[in-house]
């Protein structure tokens, strides 16, 4: 098990690329599920998420490869054991998108139920009562869903996906991925609009999928027979490009992004701007800095998109904890998602939970301190605190972070970070 000697406080300075977004690459690759044979996906990120899911996907019975170039090969020729099973289920969440799909292609699928993880309970009831009003038929056994389609298949519907907390993004997926080859039209309405989710529709649009209204909470599928595989490049990862945002903002640096798209990122370069620091677009990317400025205070509240997204509430805490002021950051879509609040208190921030909302109150400086990552993105919002505590930082468990950032040691150190990685 890894873990990271984070020297602070240091000022960041140069160029990042960024990654294809590990969120868009999970549904897509389940996507290709869809249609018989080789489909070709760019920009897929090397983490570890992605290859336990090509794992689960070679379980099933299709080939992987990943070409010199980086490109991923996805043979979906057969598929003879459609089982998503509990040993990998349970690593990763995201093996639920395998449902739609499979139901779809294989009119049977048995996918481990998963379980609750360290940001909530994360129950599946929308994507269940949304493949169900296509027609299957679903029951749990053994602590596995077993989702039937009928004799004639799946038939489209007009289908209602919203939840307590509004839309799901991946319920949205597995539902449009079975309806694209349902019988006649399927509309999902209150469908999740996240970029990822777009990103999904424009690659299965690529394989002769008919779907309109992508982008919007409206999807209207007229179900096809079959779909061909396809070459596909995945989007830039936001929640990668919103991190190292924070790391220039936190540290009073400036950082060139390369490949990061603003467009998906509104509500986000929103806050920063409220907080006191440039966001420029420039050539396919941005430039984000603070210079000289104090960290101004903020309040955010975490919603689906186009709201501020969830999976940068942790870093945007760590970087509000050095505000001059009190905010207040609030959870919608998890409301548990606060594992971050005591490891930072560890390093002398002062934050209060309060329900499902925290109370941040400005400290002069952090301190560094030994802490403990408990998932992705709370371990990225330590990264970011060792950056500029004082002393060493040492980050436990970080194959949290090695889940959803490719090699983000090198990255940070590349622009004048001092992290070491050590096996112990
Ligand atoms: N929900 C239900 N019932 C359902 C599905 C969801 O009540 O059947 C609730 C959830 O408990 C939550 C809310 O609806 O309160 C939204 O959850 P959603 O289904 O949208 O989350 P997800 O699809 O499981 C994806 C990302 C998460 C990201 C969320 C929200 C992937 C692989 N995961 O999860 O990413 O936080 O959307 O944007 O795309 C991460 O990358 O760190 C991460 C956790």
Redesign the pocket.
């Known amino acids: 098990m890894d873990i990271f000697h984070i020297e602070g406080p240091v000022q960041l300075s140069g160029v990042v690329n960024i990654n294809g977004s590990?969120?868009a690459s999970?549904?897509i690759m389940a996507a290709a599920m869809l249609a018989a044979g080789k489909s070709v996906i760019k920009a897929v990120p090397y983490l570890s998420d992605i290859s336990i899911f090509g794992q689960l996907l070679g379980q099933l019975g299709c080939k992987i490869d990943r070409r010199p170039n980086g490109d991923l090969c996805i043979d979906s020729q057969v598929i003879d054991n459609p089982i998503g099973e509990y040993e990998v289920v349970r690593k990763m969440?995201?093996s639920v998108c395998i449902l739609g799909p499979l139901l779809a292609r294989c009119g049977r699928v048995e996918v481990s139920m998963p379980g609750g993880c360290a940001?909530?309970?994360?129950?599946?009831?929308?994507?269940?009562h949304g493949l169900s009003e296509l027609g299957a038929k679903i029951h749990l056994k053994n602590g596995y869903v077993v989702a039937e389609a009928p004799k004639n298949g799946l038939r489209g519907k007009d289908i209602f996906m919203g939840?307590?907390?509004?839309?799901?993004?991946?319920?949205t997926a597995n539902v449009l991925m079975a309806a694209t080859l349902a019988k006649g039209k399927t509309v999902i309405e209150s469908a999740?609009c996240?970029p990822?989710v777009v990103d999904l529709a424009n690659f299965i649009t690529k394989m002769g999928a008919k779907i309109d209204g992508i982008g919007s909470p409206r999807l209207i599928i007229e179900g096809v027979k079959q779909l061909a595989p396809a070459e596909y490049q995945v989007i830039p990862d936001r929640?990668e490009a919103g991190t190292f945002m924070v790391a220039a903002a936190i540290t009073a640096g400036q950082l060139q992004l390369v490949n990061c798209r603003l467009d998906d990122m509104m509500a986000v370069v929103d806050r920063l701007r409220n907080i006191g620091v440039t966001v420029e677009a420039a050539n396919g990317g941005c430039v984000v800095a603070r210079k000289g400025s104090a960290i101004k205070p903020a309040d955010i509240t975490t919603q689906?998109y186009p709201g501020f997204?969830?999976?940068l509430q942790a870093q945007f805490m760590a970087l509000l904890s050095l505000a001059k002021g009190n905010s207040v950051v609030i959870e919608k879509?998890?409301p548990d998602r606060f594992m971050h609040i005591a490891e930072l208190n560890r390093m002398a921030a002062n934050l209060r939970k309060e329900g499902p909302a925290c109370l941040v109150a400005g400290v002069k400086k952090l301190i560094a301190a030994p802490v403990m990552a408990s998932?992705?993105?709370a371990s990225a919002a330590l990264v970011l605190a060792g950056l500029v505590a004082e002393g060493t930082t040492i980050v436990n468990r970080v194959y949290h972070i090695d889940r959803?950032y490719e090699k983000i040691e090198e990255k940070l150190n590349r622009v004048g970070a001092k992290i070491l990685r050590q096996a112990v």
């Open positions: 590990k969120n999970l549904p969440r995201a940001i909530g309970d994360r129950p599946i009831d929308i994507h269940l939840g307590p907390f509004g839309s799901t993004v991946l319920g999740a996240e990822e929640i689906p997204p969830t999976d879509i998890f998932d992705l993105r959803g």
